[in-house]
């Protein structure tokens, strides 16, 4: 059973179309961190939230934690070839001392 | 300068083999953590290390085997390679134990045949 349920799994869309991937879970998180890997690289970090409703801007990309501490929302406005990845959501689990992660969000932007 | 970097980044080997890989991080954090991404992309958590000590042991075969000589280093040892071991495997470092940022090496892709 899949602790963190991202959605879509693969998504291909046109340069400049606006986009948003979901991350759901039925367990409250002590934090959501939101990860872009590309081919042949490791995940790297793009936010941390940790607070219920807390929502943080970067550039182009939107991330919002929800009320609960239970979801997480990654919008992506004006696409660009350049965003291109996997999008990785991954949840802080309190007193267990680790990250757990979802299956990822595989996203195209076409030129 | 790299600050999280593992060797080898290819492995190809047979099966019943032993391979190790190694990883180093000069951020100067404290945990270290092994991964395995699966062909699926999907990203499970094998090990941790807070300042050389066992923290996190998940459910994996006790083919592999962990090793932590100093903060800096954490190296993975696998006995007995099976087909199902093929995947790519991450190092990774945060600051400080638990539900940290993480740092990840640019991983290891092993493919048993």
């Known amino acids: 059973t899949q602790l963190l349920e991202q959605s879509p799994q693969f998504l291909s869309i046109q340069e400049g179309e606006n986009l948003t991937v979901y991350c759901n879970s039925s367990s409250v998180f002590s934090s959501l961190q939101w990860y872009r890997q590309e081919p042949g690289e490791g995940p790297v970090l793009l936010v941390t939230v940790v607070t219920g409703g807390e929502v943080k801007k970067l550039k182009r990309l939107t991330f919002q934690f929800g009320d609960a501490r239970k979801d997480s929302s990654l919008h992506i406005t004006a696409a660009q070839p350049g965003d291109t990845g996997l999008y990785l959501c991954a949840g802080g689990i309190q007193g267990a001392q680790k990250l757990v992660f979802g299956q990822g969000t595989r996203l195209t932007i076409n030129p | 300068d790299t600050a999280v970097s593992q060797t080898p980044k290819y492995l190809v080997t047979q099966m019943g083999n032993d391979k190790s890989i190694k990883c180093e991080q000069n951020?100067?954090?404290?945990?270290m953590y092994w991964y395995k991404q699966d062909s699926k992309k999907f990203l499970k958590i094998m090990f941790s290390y807070n300042n050389k000590e066992l923290i996190i042991n998940e459910t994996v075969p006790n083919r592999f085997s962990p090793k932590s000589p100093d903060k800096a280093h954490l190296n993975l040892h696998i006995n007995s390679l099976e087909l199902g071991d093929s995947a790519v495997y991450f190092c990774a470092s945060s600051q400080l134990a638990g539900a940290n940022v993480l740092t990840f090496g640019a991983g290891s892709r092993l493919t048993v045949l």
């Open positions: 951020l100067g954090h404290d945990t």
